[in-house]
């Protein structure tokens, strides 16, 4: 019973995690930033949510339509205006830029929103059950519909023009730039869809934990980034499997060891690892040229 | 450039009496209150931040290596002078010495013990290996009895004062300025630039690349313990990856690899959040605009690689005068020289 518990919420935490950690991979698989703003995108997402449903009681469906849009095109702005001009100036301008819009980002929100936390409502009504276990709507929700999203990512990169332009220009920018391939464009579209991704996440969220704050980007996106270095930063199916494998572990250290101790764990399984396997599960690991 | 080039002990002089001039100067100004109590108060922050990025930029300019968990080794060392200080019943002047040097070297301890796994790994897997190790360091620390856990360590006493933060800013400048120019900063310099050449010219790397990393952290440590004493509290969430964040980017601000660029950054990006109060809530968002259009329009940092040298800047003037001498005197002499 309680084994079958801690797994379906580790499980849902993990397909937050995963939905998180696929942008964080995207983005650094092809213009290898750290992107450190990906985290605040999570909460610009739910604040997004929140103001629709709240302020202008949009129905739910729709504003979660609404923010989805909303932090692709933010996520792509953010990309054109801070991170575009330094593409070709060293990579630790850039992660110091990252740092900024995430600053920049969660003073703002805080300038509009205040610190203080807001309730969220959980819109997944009732509950399912499964054989003889009730499961709450929230749970299954989570848990089908990233299913579904990580599906229908993998056949978009596999089987797509643009998906095909993505993999050619993580595999070698400037061969893919000589090939023709519009960098510029494929990097937006990129930008674009880790930011969706994070606002599908940021809803999921918001309905299992209640309450934002300008602040929760911060370890919701640091745990989503373990989870891609895990899998394999740069791999998608590394990213779903170190999302998914981050929920768990934490999910059974807070019901086997202790709930003040699952940032430890999971950083500690990240540093393991790293020291065992630096590219990660999933990774694949680079040839260094002498 | 000018003949001061040679001339080391005057070099030396000459260094040693701007270091007390520009102490003496301070203290004038606070005596004297053109620098009211506040203003005053400020030069203990803008001081343990010079330290916290000079050492950062230790690892991350000299080294050519990315840490992100400088916070951790900081509250290393401020924890562990912070206890040290609470169990010893000495005056304050002569246990603080005491304490910081014990916290920095048990952070440069923690530093060789992180660093020998850590350094395998090279550039953002090392910066996420620093950030794990970081947060764990947090997170045990909120879990141990004897650290006050979530509650912080309370009851530590103000024992930072404005001229021990200088004498500690001095030693590390001095430190870190004089390990860069000996023949262990080359070796470093050399990692920066090309690890496998170095490896091949028979610089042995790990052993370099743990001593920078450990000095770099035991430096923190310093940093640390005059926090610690100077709010008195040490709370756990205080040394997150937001810490490591900021000092961070006070080190690329300044110019990555440039101690001089580092001192003016940490000062300017102390004092900026206190100046911009008067705009209220908006001063955190002119900081974060502010940062973003430096990296934008200067993204070498402010000062990029330049050091300051008050015998080379005073050289170059006195070259500039004696030009302008000969120049005035007429073509007789000028052009022989």
């Given at each position: 019973?309680?084994?079958?518990?801690?797994?379906?919420?580790?499980?849902?935490?993990?397909?937050?995690?995963?939905?998180?950690?696929?942008?964080?991979?995207?983005?650094?698989?092809i213009?290898?930033?750290?992107?450190?703003?990906?985290?605040?995108?999570?909460?610009?997402?739910?604040?997004?949510?929140?103001?629709?449903?709240?302020?202008?009681?949009?129905?739910?469906?729709?504003?979660?339509?609404?923010?989805?849009?909303?932090?692709?095109?933010?996520g792509?702005?953010?990309?054109?205006?801070a991170?575009?001009?330094?593409?070709?100036?060293?990579?630790?301008?850039?992660?110091?830029?990252?740092?900024?819009?995430?600053?920049?980002?969660?003073?703002?929100?805080?300038?509009?929103?205040?610190?203080?936390?807001?309730?969220?409502?959980?819109?997944f009504t009732?509950?399912?059950?499964?054989?003889?276990?009730?499961f709450?709507?929230?749970?299954?929700?989570?848990?089908?519909?990233?299913?579904?999203?990580?599906?229908?990512?993998?056949?978009l990169?596999?089987?797509?023009?643009?998906?095909?332009?993505?993999?050619?220009?993580?595999?070698?920018?400037?061969?893919?730039?000589?090939?023709?391939?519009?960098?510029?464009?494929?990097?937006?579209?990129?930008?674009?869809?880790?930011?969706?991704?994070?606002?599908?996440?940021?809803?999921?969220?918001?309905?299992?934990?209640?309450?934002?704050?300008?602040?929760?980007?911060?370890?919701?996106?640091?745990?989503?980034?373990?989870?891609?270095?895990?899998?394999?930063?740069?791999?998608?199916?590394?990213?779903?499997?170190?999302?998914?494998?981050?929920?768990?572990?934490?999910?059974?250290?807070?019901?086997?060891?202790?709930?003040?101790l699952?940032?430890?764990v999971?950083?500690?399984?990240?540093?393991?690892?790293?020291?065992?396997?630096?590219?990660?599960i999933?990774?694949?690991?680079?040839?260094?040229?002498? | 450039?000018?003949?001061?080039?040679?001339?080391?002990?005057?070099?030396?002089?000459?260094?040693?009496?701007?270091?007390?001039?520009?102490?003496?100067?301070?203290?004038?100004?606070?005596?004297?209150?053109?620098?009211?109590?506040?203003?005053?108060?400020?030069?203990?922050?803008?001081?343990?931040?010079?330290?916290?990025?000079?050492?950062?930029?230790?690892?991350a300019?000299?080294?050519?290596?990315?840490?992100?968990?400088?916070?951790?080794?900081m509250?290393?060392?401020?924890?562990?002078?912070?206890?040290l200080?609470?169990?010893?019943?000495?005056?304050?002047?002569?246990?603080?010495?005491?304490?910081?040097?014990?916290?920095?070297?048990?952070?440069?301890?923690?530093?060789?013990?992180?660093?020998?796994p850590?350094?395998?790994?090279?550039?953002?897997?090392?910066?996420?290996?620093?950030?794990?190790?970081?947060?764990?360091?947090?997170?045990?620390?909120?879990n141990?009895?004897?650290?006050?856990?979530?509650?912080g360590?309370?009851g530590?006493?103000r024992?930072?004062?404005?001229?021990?933060?200088?004498?500690?800013?001095?030693?590390?400048?001095?430190?870190?300025?004089?390990l860069?120019?000996?023949?262990?900063?080359?070796?470093?310099?050399?990692?920066?630039?090309?690890?496998?050449?170095?490896?091949?010219?028979?610089?042995?790397?790990?052993?370099?690349?743990?001593?920078?990393?450990?000095?770099?952290?035991?430096?923190?440590?310093?940093?640390g313990?005059?926090?610690?004493?100077?709010?008195?509290?040490?709370?756990?969430?205080?040394?997150?990856?937001?810490?490591?964040?900021?000092i961070?980017?006070?080190?690329?601000?300044?110019?990555?690899?440039?101690?001089?660029?580092?001192?003016?950054?940490?000062?300017?990006?102390?004092?900026?959040?206190?100046?911009?109060?008067?705009?209220?809530?908006?001063?955190?968002?002119?900081?974060?605009?502010?940062?973003?259009?430096?990296?934008?329009?200067?993204?070498?940092?402010?000062?990029?690689?330049?050091?300051?040298?008050?015998g080379?800047?005073?050289?170059?003037?006195?070259?500039?005068?004696?030009?302008?001498?000969?120049?005035?005197?007429?073509?007789?002499?000028?052009?022989?020289?």
């Amino acid at each position: 019973m309680t084994l079958a518990y801690f797994i379906i919420n580790g499980l849902q935490a993990g397909s937050i995690y995963a939905l998180v950690a696929l942008g964080y991979s995207m983005v650094y698989g092809i213009v290898k930033l750290i992107n450190f703003a990906h985290g605040d995108i999570i909460m610009v997402g739910a604040y997004c949510t929140w103001y629709l449903m709240s302020r202008h009681s949009v129905p739910a469906w729709l504003a979660v339509i609404c923010s989805v849009v909303f932090c692709a095109l933010f996520g792509m702005t953010i990309e054109r205006v801070a991170y575009r001009p330094l593409r070709k100036t060293g990579r630790l301008s850039l992660l110091v830029t990252a740092i900024g819009v995430s600053f920049l980002l969660q003073n703002v929100v805080q300038l509009m929103f205040s610190a203080d936390p807001r309730m969220f409502g959980n819109f997944f009504t009732g509950a399912v059950i499964i054989g003889d276990r009730r499961f709450s709507t929230a749970t299954v929700a989570t848990i089908a519909v990233s299913l579904v999203i990580m599906a229908a990512l993998t056949l978009l990169v596999k089987r797509t023009k643009i998906g095909k332009a993505m993999r050619a220009v993580s595999e070698d920018f400037d061969a893919a730039q000589l090939m023709g391939i519009n960098v510029n464009r494929t990097i937006s579209f990129t930008f674009a869809l880790g930011s969706g991704l994070a606002a599908v996440g940021a809803v999921f969220y918001c309905c299992s934990y209640s309450q934002i704050q300008p602040t929760m980007g911060g370890m919701l996106g640091l745990k989503a980034f373990v989870a891609a270095v895990l899998g394999g930063i740069g791999s998608l199916p590394g990213a779903m499997a170190g999302g998914i494998f981050i929920g768990i572990a934490e999910s059974f250290t807070k019901g086997f060891i202790s709930s003040k101790l699952t940032d430890a764990v999971v950083f500690g399984i990240l540093i393991v690892v790293l020291l065992i396997k630096p590219s990660g599960i999933f990774g694949m690991r680079a040839g260094e040229k002498v | 450039m000018s003949g001061l080039n040679a001339k080391t002990p005057f070099r030396y002089a000459l260094n040693a009496a701007s270091v007390a001039g520009l102490y003496l100067l301070l203290m004038a100004l606070i005596r004297y209150r053109v620098l009211n109590r506040y203003q005053a108060l400020m030069l203990i922050p803008i001081g343990f931040n010079i330290i916290l990025a000079v050492s950062l930029n230790l690892s991350a300019g000299f080294l050519g290596q990315l840490p992100l968990g400088h916070a951790g080794f900081m509250s290393v060392g401020g924890y562990a002078a912070a206890l040290l200080t609470m169990n010893l019943n000495m005056p304050a002047n002569v246990e603080l010495p005491i304490a910081l040097v014990f916290g920095g070297f048990v952070a440069a301890g923690f530093g060789v013990l992180i660093g020998l796994p850590a350094l395998r790994l090279k550039g953002d897997y090392l910066a996420i290996i620093t950030l794990g190790f970081g947060e764990i360091i947090r997170v045990i620390i909120l879990n141990l009895d004897f650290t006050g856990g979530a509650y912080g360590l309370k009851g530590i006493g103000r024992k930072t004062t404005v001229t021990w933060v200088y004498i500690f800013v001095v030693i590390t400048l001095w430190t870190i300025n004089a390990l860069i120019r000996s023949r262990h900063g080359r070796a470093i310099l050399s990692i920066r630039e090309d690890e496998i050449a170095a490896e091949a010219s028979g610089i042995p790397t790990t052993y370099y690349k743990v001593l920078a990393f450990s000095i770099s952290a035991g430096f923190a440590g310093v940093a640390g313990g005059l926090y610690a004493h100077y709010l008195s509290i040490l709370d756990p969430s205080a040394f997150g990856f937001m810490r490591s964040c900021e000092i961070l980017v006070i080190v690329v601000l300044g110019g990555l690899g440039s101690i001089f660029g580092s001192v003016v950054s940490a000062a300017a990006l102390t004092v900026l959040p206190e100046m911009l109060r008067g705009f209220a809530e908006y001063r955190m968002v002119i900081y974060s605009l502010l940062l973003i259009g430096v990296m934008i329009f200067k993204p070498s940092g402010l000062c990029g690689k330049y050091e300051f040298s008050l015998g080379n800047t005073l050289g170059g003037i006195q070259a500039g005068i004696r030009r302008r001498i000969l120049k005035r005197g007429g073509g007789v002499n000028g052009s022989g020289s």
